[in-house]
C-alpha cells in the first residue's frame, strides 16, 4: 500500500520535530491502520537509533518514579526519552488506567520528553503489538533513549526482554520472600536489579539474597548483573543506575550482543508480521461461516485439530 500526500506530511512533520505529528503516528500504530506498513517500511533506516531500557516489577515497586528519576537525570545531559507506559487493560471492557502520564507530570511540559500510555490490549506478554511500531516511530523521530515500563512481573510479563536493549528489573524488601519462586523467570531476564525502597526493613536482606543467586550463575557469563538499592522518592542512587545501564549499553556494543540482539528483533518481527499476513489470508479466502463449520466439526470431536488445519489450508492453497 502506497501512502497518501497527507501521510507523506505527517511523515515529514515528524521528521522535522512535530510532536503533533508523532502522536498521530502513534494513534495508526495503536489502531493497527492499514498505512502503518508503509509508514514503518519508510522509516526502517532510522528505527535502531535509539537505546531502549525496560523497566518491569511487581505493582507497587516504584517503577513509575525510577522513570521519572531517570527522565531527569538524562535531561541533564541533555539527552532527549521518549516513555511507553504499558497498562494492564480491563479484560471486560477494554479500557486501561493509563495513569502513568499522571505520576510523570514533571516532565509533561518538557519538549525533550515525550510520554505515551498505551493498553496491552489484552496481550498476555504485558507488552501490546503496537509497543514495537511505537518504539521505532521514537527512534525515527530522534529520541536518544525510551524507556519502556511494563505492567508487573510473572512468566506471563516476561517479553520486556524481546524489545529492550536493557531490563531494569525492580524488587521492594517485601518481595524477600518469593525471591526463590522468581529465579526460573524473573531472575534470567534482569540485566540489572534494583531493590527500591531501601530505606524499608529488609532491603540489605533481599539484596543479599539476589547477590548470592547472581553469584551461583554460570561462571562462563560474562555479564554480572549489578544489584544496586535505591530510594527513588528520594531520589537516591538513580545516578549508579543510570551508570550501570551505559556499563551494559558498552559491554554490549564491545561484545556484539547488541547487534545479535537487535538481529532477533528483527527476525521476530518478521515471523509476527507472516503470522499476521496469514491470518489475514485465512479471513479473506474462508467466510466466517466456513470457518465456524470447520471449528465446530473440531470441537464436536467430527475432526481432529491437524485435520481441522489442513482443510483450512487446502481451501487457501
Given at each position: 500500500m502506497s501512502l497518501s500526500q497527507h501521510e507523506n506530511e505527517l511523515i515529514d512533520r515528524m521528521l522535522a520535530g512535530d510532536r503533533v505529528a508523532l502522536a498521530r503516528l502513534i494513534t495508526l500504530a495503536e489502531s493497527r491502520h492499514s498505512s502503518l506498513p508503509a509508514v514503518l517500511k519508510r522509516l526502517d533506516q532510522l528505527s535502531e537509533r535509539c537505546?531502549?531500557?525496560?523497566?518491569?516489577?511487581?505493582?507497587?515497586?516504584?517503577?513509575?518514579?525510577?522513570?521519572?528519576?531517570?527522565?531527569?537525570?538524562?535531561?541533564?545531559?541533555?539527552?532527549?526519552?521518549g516513555v511507553?507506559?504499558?497498562?494492564?487493560?480491563?479484560?471486560?471492557?477494554?479500557?486501561?488506567?493509563?495513569?502513568?502520564?499522571?505520576?510523570?507530570?514533571?516532565?509533561?511540559?518538557?519538549?525533550?520528553?515525550?510520554?505515551?500510555?498505551?493498553?496491552?490490549?489484552?496481550?498476555h506478554g504485558g507488552i501490546s503489538r503496537a509497543s514495537r511500531e511505537i518504539i521505532k516511530l521514537f527512534s525515527a523521530f530522534g529520541l536518544d533513549y525510551v524507556i519502556v515500563e511494563t505492567v508487573g512481573v510473572g512468566q506471563s510479563e516476561l517479553d520486556v526482554i524481546r524489545i529492550a536493549d536493557t531490563v531494569l528489573v525492580v524488587l521492594v524488601p517485601e518481595a524477600g520472600d518469593g525471591v526463590q519462586t522468581m529465579k526460573a523467570g524473573l531472575m534470567e531476564i534482569a540485566d540489572i536489579f534494583v531493590v527500591n525502597k531501601c530505606d524499608r526493613e529488609g532491603a540489605n536482606l533481599i539484596t543479599a539474597e539476589i547477590k548470592q543467586i547472581v553469584s551461583l550463575k554460570s561462571p562462563g557469563k560474562e555479564w554480572k548483573q549489578p544489584v544496586l538499592m535505591t530510594s527513588a522518592a528520594r531520589g537516591e542512587g538513580i545516578d549508579k543506575v543510570a551508570d550501570e545501564i551505559e556499563n551494559h549499553r558498552e559491554f554490549q556494543e564491545k561484545t556484539g550482543r547488541l547487534r545479535l540482539k537487535r538481529e532477533v528483533r528483527r527476525e521476530e518481527e518478521f515471523s509476527e508480521i507472516v503470522k499476521e499476513a496469514v491470518e489475514a489470508a485465512v479471513s479473506e479466502k474462508l467466510s466466517r461461516k466456513e470457518v465456524k463449520k470447520i471449528y465446530e466439526k473440531v470441537k464436536s470431536g467430527e475432526l481432529d485439530p491437524y485435520e481441522g488445519a489442513e482443510l483450512v489450508l487446502s481451501k487457501i492453497i
Open positions: 537505546y531502549i531500557i525496560g523497566i518491569t516489577g511487581p505493582p507497587g515497586a516504584g517503577k513509575s518514579t525510577i522513570t521519572n528519576k531517570l527522565i531527569a537525570h538524562y535531561r541533564s545531559l541533555g539527552k532527549t526519552v511507553l507506559a504499558v497498562d494492564p487493560s480491563s479484560p471486560f471492557s477494554g479500557g486501561a488506567i493509563l495513569g502513568d502520564r499522571i505520576r510523570m507530570h514533571d516532565h509533561s511540559m518538557d519538549d525533550g520528553v515525550f510520554i505515551r500510555s498505551i493498553s496491552t490490549r489484552g496481550t
